[in-house]
């Protein structure tokens, strides 16, 4: 999927000679420090940093400036930021975000109210999203990223900065995704959510994918828990 | 380029606006009206006639071109930027099939429709003051359209370049408040010392101006091709830069 991929920002090299493979309907998940080029990498797969060297490919696709809108009609982002429309409704978040990618008012109108009751957000459906709490919000933009039913969810760091609660909740819907078939990418620093979602894991430091396996296999090989695993590889 | 995914980034900034239009609506368009009673009246009050006109029906047509052109300005400074670094929706929208192309257009179509939005509110008012004498008072719903495309890409270019969202004064004080006060609005240029009437031909407003003028008493000379003829120029030389330097600002 993704062939020697390189980044520099000006003399800076943020992503070095990076390869990787997702295999359809896993969950792969990118764990790093911070700064080891995670975002920077999902940034690539869904078209909004261009790599300096090495191509990327999705559905066996080349990614190019002519068929990114194609491509990306079938991926969902879930990004790190809350970039809601501040002086928007739930719902109306949903339906404006709906009509990017062209899904007429009716449906977007139906998924929307179909995904709020996936994250247990119909009651709220006409509250302004300020009036959310944080938890609340992370769970709208979670919805926000399926509305277009995509066959790729990239997820960079869903959980970050939420409570336990909220996080177990997100962790449910990602299993969910996860058994209805989806390909999942996920980045993370925390080891659990590493663990406990990830069919495969490829661990990064300083812009380079130190290794990919298992979890279990990383485990096994390197001995300890993952959490000793990870502490070894990458340097603080 | 698909203008149906740039109609989307356009539907967006709609959507937005018609929840918060009343707060804003009132004050944009109270504005020019403080200009058109006060000056108009005020200052009208001392002067008999000029270029054969009274002094509100001079500055009339001309506070249309100035209040479409403050309209999208306002919008492609303080509203694309706050979209884009402060709501990071710029971010939301190129995580969808839209492009980054699209969605300037779909910035630079939204300021130009703000332009539209308070530059024909101005028209109603001043026709119900009595200030619109000819048919050809039509033809200033284009000419809005042609000053919010010009100032809408000024205001995305000073957009592109500005450090951070206080330098939008530097844009303000020393870019468009030149541009409106020697616009040949209030006064007209050709009576200034010489280097300010070579200075005011490099001036968009002051062309709109003069067009504006000819279309609301259907006095239409010489000189309407020549201030045309500038207005396209400018229209050319100014509309491909803010997907030029956006891009290089935006973009990784």
Redesign the interface.
């Known amino acids: 999927m993704g062939k020697n991929l390189t980044k520099y920002y000006k003399n800076f090299k943020a992503l070095d000679s990076v390869s990787f493979e997702i295999k359809e309907g896993e969950c792969f998940g990118f764990l790093g420090p911070n700064g080891a080029g995670k975002t920077t990498l999902m940034g690539m797969i869904y078209g909004f940093i261009f790599p300096s060297e090495g191509e990327i490919k999705i559905f066996d696709i080349k990614l190019n400036d002519k068929n990114l809108p194609q491509i990306k009609k079938r991926i969902g982002v879930i990004p790190q930021d809350n970039n809601l429309d501040p002086d928007l409704s739930v719902l109306e978040n949903l339906i404006v975000y709906a009509r990017y990618f062209d899904i007429p008012k009716k449906e977007a109108t139906r998924r929307a109210m179909e995904l709020l009751k996936f994250i247990k957000l119909e009651e709220w459906s006409n509250i302004n999203v300020r009036k959310l709490s944080g938890g609340m919000q992370r769970k709208l933009i979670f919805a926000r990223g399926l509305i277009n039913d995509p066959d790729i969810i990239i997820l960079d760091e869903p959980t970050t900065g939420l409570d336990p609660r909220s996080r177990r909740q997100i962790w449910d819907k990602i299993e969910f995704l996860k058994h209805s078939g989806k390909t999942l990418i996920l980045t993370t620093h925390y080891m659990e959510e590493a663990e406990k979602l990830c069919d495969r894991l490829a661990i990064m430091d300083k812009g380079k994918i130190l290794v990919i396996d298992t979890p279990k296999n990383l485990s096994d090989k390197f001995g300890g828990n993952l959490e000793h695993v990870y502490l070894n590889m990458t340097e603080g | 380029m ?1 203008f ?2 740039a109609f ?1 980034v356009w ?2 900034n709609a ?2 606006y018609k ?2 239009y009343r707060s804003s609506l009132t004050l944009n368009f109270f504005e020019p009206m403080l200009y058109l009673v006060a000056l108009g009246y005020g200052l009208g009050g001392f002067i008999e006639e000029i270029m054969g006109m009274t002094y509100i029906e001079f500055i009339a047509p001309g506070i249309v071109m100035s209040s479409a052109m403050f309209a999208a300005c306002y919008e492609c400074t303080y509203g694309t930027y706050v979209r884009m670094v402060y ?3 710029f ?9 980054f192309n699209e969605l300037v257009l779909g910035e630079l179509l939204w300021g130009t429709t703000k332009s539209l939005i308070y530059g024909t509110i101005i028209i109603l008012v001043i026709s119900l003051f009595g200030l619109i004498k000819s048919y050809f008072a039509i033809f200033l719903i284009p000419l809005i359209i042609l000053c919010g495309l010009i100032f809408a890409s000024l205001s995305l270019i000073a957009t592109a370049i500005v450090p951070g969202i206080d330098s939008f004064n530097y844009f303000y004080t020393l870019v468009l408040t030149p541009i409106f006060l020697f616009s040949g609005i209030f006064f007209p240029v050709e009576d200034m010392p010489d280097v300010v009437v070579k200075l005011s031909q490099i001036n968009p407003l002051m062309h709109l101006v003069n067009i504006s003028r000819a279309f609301s008493y259907g006095k239409i000379t010489q000189n309407f091709i020549y201030d045309l003829t500038i207005v396209i120029v400018y229209l050319i030389v100014l509309i491909p830069l803010p997907f030029i330097l956006l891009k290089r600002r935006y ?2």
């Not at chain 2, 971010?91 to 492009?99: C, R, Y």
């Open positions: 698909n149906k995914r989307r539907q967006r959507t937005v929840k918060l709501q990071k929706t971010d939301a929208v190129l995580a969808t099939p839209i492009s973009l990784l």
